[in-house]
């Protein structure tokens, strides 16, 4: 009776006697659970499937491991079960019917891929520890995420381009937002919503679109099959200012880069639209620039800029010197009569 009250009182994280190691167990299935080596004093931990390293406790002399209880007990009393405790150091064979819960790595594959996520695999050069793991599925292997927009074929073993990966069952995420490396934000402060951090191309035609993400009007991103496949910045003008990406003048794509000076000014853009009935007529750029005017041809606008020094003289329709135009393009003080 005494016995089996000490046994009780005996709490696992006061055993610290050390024993000489056996050979590490193997972990039976997936539970987390203790297990224990031939000798039932040396105590490993299974997550997942996997075993520690090393032995996270021992049970001191003349105790042994009781699976049952989670405990030390006194060695040849009631509750000593190691003679018919389940210790094992051979990989018990992979159940054929059982698929879904986690793909058990082949001899000699770097990597294998993942039951459900296309663009998940398990990395079979790297063994796992109980640290590594964190709750995720695994046998001594890591669960690795390709890069977006990349697959994982599992003809390869390698993250390959999608139109060169067949996911067969297992889902092919097409969006950012998909990927679970999506979900880590950089910020100290509080994380937007996935959708406000990576632009989007669902439901997009391929080709490039405007970048609704930032507020910098000069940027674009580039779909193909509902996926972002790259993202850019216009460059600049013939005029030495930035282009702006235009959706209107896509020339049978979805957009491209346009001078503000070529987009019409309900667009946007500085473009003047020419009055009904005139054939050709000159205009003064709106945005205030000096060097810059506006033809109409034809109920066509078109942009012009002036040779070398020369100003718009809005007065006399032409570019001319900056000693005969009036302020502020020009050096000369007129007055309006």
Request: charge should be negative; hydrophobic fraction near 20%.
């Given at each position: 009776m005494y016995s089996d009250i000490l046994a009780f009182a005996v709490p696992l994280v006061a055993i610290l006697d050390v024993a000489v190691a056996e050979a590490t167990p193997i972990c039976p299935d997936d539970s987390v659970r203790y297990v224990t080596d031939a000798g039932c004093r040396n105590v490993w931990r299974c997550v997942w499937g996997q075993v520690s390293n090393n032995p996270v406790f021992t049970c001191g002399q003349n105790m042994v491991f009781n699976e049952a209880l989670r405990m030390c007990v006194w060695k040849g009393e009631k509750h000593d079960d190691c003679s018919t405790s389940t210790v094992t150091t051979t990989k018990p064979p992979v159940p054929t019917s059982d698929h879904t819960r986690h793909t058990r790595c082949v001899d000699g594959s770097p990597a294998e891929a993942h039951e459900t996520e296309c663009q998940l695999f398990y990395d079979c050069a790297i063994q796992a520890t109980s640290d590594d793991t964190k709750g995720q599925p695994s046998d001594g292997a890591i669960v690795r995420e390709c890069e977006y927009p990349l697959l994982f074929s599992d003809v390869t073993k390698k993250c390959e381009i999608f139109l060169e990966v067949n996911c067969g069952g297992r889902r092919e995420p097409v969006d950012s937002c998909d990927y679970l490396k999506s979900r880590d934000c950089q910020s100290s402060e509080a994380c937007p919503p996935c959708p406000m951090r990576f632009p989007s191309c669902k439901g997009l035609s391929n080709g490039p679109h405007s970048d609704v993400i930032t507020s910098n009007p000069s940027n674009?991103?580039?779909?193909?099959?509902?996926?972002l496949v790259a993202q850019?910045?216009?460059?600049n003008d013939r005029f030495g200012e930035k282009m702006i990406f235009y959706e209107?003048?896509?020339?049978?794509?979805?957009g491209s880069c346009w001078s503000v000076h070529d987009i019409p000014q309900n667009d946007g853009g500085l473009l003047p639209k020419c009055p009904k009935g005139i054939f050709f007529k000159v205009f003064p750029d709106d945005g205030g620039a000096c060097d810059r005017f506006y033809e109409c041809v034809y109920a066509m606008a078109f942009v012009r800029r002036c040779p070398g020094n020369l100003v718009y003289d809005s007065r006399l329709s032409v570019c001319n010197s900056k000693e005969y135009v009036c302020a502020p393009c020009g050096s000369r003080v007129c007055t309006n009569i």
């Open positions: 674009f991103i580039v779909c193909y099959n509902d996926r850019g910045n216009c460059e209107n003048g896509g020339l049978g794509t979805s």
